[in-house]
Nanobody, 116 residues
Framework: QVQLVESGGGLVQAGGSLRLSCAAS????????MGWYRQASGQQRESVAT???????NYRDSVKGRFTISRDNAKKTVSLQMNSLKPEDTAVYYC??????????WGRGTQVTVSS
């Protein structure tokens, strides 16, 4: 089973940038789909960006053009570059993975706070 550890969250002013990273363990990383989800206080968890094993990416509409997801299979990492941050991007961001066999894992999350 893949274990995930996020890093890179913090406090930033609106318009600023942050880069989140997720380090994964396990031998199936290159075959797994990876993604970033977020959960704001009092809200449901939502998908932010995903990247397949073949590097196909998908983004929620509200982050298109501002966020970029990438993966490095050699380093077993997935990153989320977040630019032009808005207060509504404030949330706990979770790294997620799903194997071709359907096994899922979540990281513990990292807080991103965007001040206005």
């Amino acid at each position: 089973q893949v274990q995930l550890v996020e890093s890179g969250g913090g406090l930033v002013q609106a318009g600023g940038s942050l880069r989140l990273s997720c380090a994964a363990s396990g031998s199936t990383f290159s075959s797994n789909a990876m993604g970033w989800y977020r959960q704001a206080s009092g809200q449901q968890r939502e998908s932010v960006a995903t990247i397949s094993s073949t590097y196909i990416t998908n983004y929620r509409d509200s982050v298109k053009g501002r966020f970029t997801i990438s993966r490095d299979n050699a380093k077993k990492t997935v990153s989320l570059q977040m630019n032009s941050l808005k207060p509504e991007d404030t949330a706990v961001y979770y790294c997620y993975t799903k194997s071709p066999w359907g096994f899922e894992s979540w990281g513990r999350g990292t807080q991103v706070t965007v001040s206005s």
